[in-house]
């Protein structure tokens, strides 16, 4: 499927994208914003969901964070609340696409993903619906539980304002614990991410503020990366 090479600014930076065309005739098209979150990057399996989308007469705009990828910005700097920037810059520049219906935009994302495409559909009134696929919303409940040591050393380096390297084993203080579908991924994108933004991840979405989202929702929940089947979980933000 034809794709396009765009990029939208977002700050003082630009974020790098592709633009799926829907299928179908005239008329303007539904839209959907997709992107990873942490060091994840439009290359890391986003291109055949946005080829369905898009075989489906939904357009779809898959983008980079800024710093990640091919977008501008400082290498490698994650910070929730950036990435909520780019989010909404995103979001913005889809609806100035010619052919698109800005009134129905819809965000998508998985993890880390999952929990900005969220906020972001919390955050603006006019998106349609989301698309959140094993969302990561609460720090606490959620990430992995270093031991001891591993703690120690992640805050020390973030006290002294150190990076961590994005990957690497269990018993070492990298950024990213489960490595195991991530690796190649963050080997290619991120080689260190500052230790101090292990503080700000519960800054990506608060739970309680996902009671305002009005957006359709579609919310896929998992257990130890196995599917949790026979449950609703479509209105439980």
């Not at 974020?15 to 997709?34: F, H, N, Q």
């Not at 990640?68 to 913005?92: T, V, Y």
Request: hydrophobic residues 40%; glycine residues 10%.
């Amino acid at each position: 499927m034809d794709r396009q090479d765009l990029s939208f600014r977002s700050g003082n930076d630009s974020c790098a994208a592709w633009l799926y065309p829907a299928a179908g005739g005239p008329g303007s098209k539904p839209i959907i914003a997709m992107a990873h979150g942490l060091s994840g990057t439009r290359r890391d399996g986003l291109g055949p969901f946005a080829e369905r989308f898009a075989a489906a007469g939904i357009a779809a705009l898959v983008f980079d964070h800024r710093g990640f990828g091919d977008s501008a910005g400082e290498p490698d700097l994650f910070h929730p609340k950036r990435q909520l920037e780019d989010w909404r810059a995103a979001i913005s520049y889809a609806r100035s696409i010619p052919g698109v219906d800005p009134d129905r935009l819809a965000t998508f994302g998985s993890s880390m993903g999952g929990g900005n495409a969220l906020a972001a559909a919390a955050g603006d009134p006019g998106v349609a619906a989301a698309v959140s696929q094993v969302p990561f919303l609460d720090i606490v409940r959620q990430s992995h539980r270093s031991s001891p040591r591993v703690t120690g050393r992640m805050l020390l380096a973030a006290t002294l304002g150190r990076h961590l390297p994005a990957v690497g084993q269990p018993d070492e203080a990298e950024r990213e614990q489960r490595v195991r579908d991530l690796t190649a991924a963050a080997e290619r994108n991120a080689k260190a991410l500052n230790a101090a933004t292990l503080f700000e991840l519960d800054d990506v979405v608060d739970p309680a503020e996902t009671r305002s989202l009005i957006a359709a929702t579609l919310a896929a929940a998992a257990r130890q990366d196995e599917p949790l089947r026979g449950r609703r979980f479509v209105d439980t933000w």
